[in-house]
């Protein structure tokens, strides 16, 4: 004796399975959890052994789709009003200090790029290098020249308006 039409399969444990989504997941997402059991189960059922436990094989399946709901809605992003006050681990330049963004934007591009890469994304000068097409030691020259020029930039003016208010 074969297997019966799946139609006859969702029909003699379709609430069986439905009770079991309500249970692990709640009214909410239990239509859905049952469908998707459904869906798999259609495309499983052609290799399901004819001795295999029909309800005990949807149940299993419907476990598996019912984590896979919670999973996605751990992942799920909440809605807030406000976003909370976060300080990048970084220092990303341009939050309170624009002289820096504006000194970095001024770099020619090799140097530019070597420095965001390098110091504040953290690849190796190797990393940098391929990005960049040139050799690892023309991106470490290039991310040194840049910071050099950033002190240039960014201490020095510093420097002459501190000297001129010790006067």
């Given at each position: 004796m074969g297997k019966p039409p799946f139609e006859k399969v969702v029909s003699a444990h379709g609430a069986v399975v439905l009770r079991v989504c309500r249970a692990v997941l709640g009214a909410h997402d239990a239509e859905d959890a049952w469908s998707e059991t459904f869906l798999s189960a259609l495309k499983a059922y052609p290799e399901l052994p004819d001795d295999a436990t029909?309800?005990?094989?949807?149940?299993?399946?419907?476990?598996?789709?019912?984590?896979?709901?919670?999973?996605?809605?751990q992942r799920q992003s909440l809605p807030m009003d406000e976003l909370p006050p976060r300080e990048s681990p970084l220092g990303i330049p341009g939050?309170?200090?624009p002289e820096v963004l504006d000194a970095v934007g001024q770099l020619p591009p090799k140097q530019r790029q070597a420095v965001a890469y390098h110091y504040l994304a953290g690849l190796p000068y190797k990393d940098v290098s391929a990005l960049l097409g040139v050799t690892p030691e023309a991106a470490r020259r290039a991310g040194a020249d840049g910071v050099?020029?950033?002190?240039?930039?960014?201490?020095?003016?510093?420097?002459?308006?501190?000297?001129?208010?010790?006067?």
């Open positions: 029909v309800q005990a094989w949807l149940v299993t399946i419907a476990h598996r789709k019912a984590i896979d709901i919670l999973r996605a809605r939050e309170g200090h050099k020029a950033l002190r240039a930039a960014l201490i020095q003016p510093r420097s002459a308006a501190s000297q001129g208010a010790d006067r």
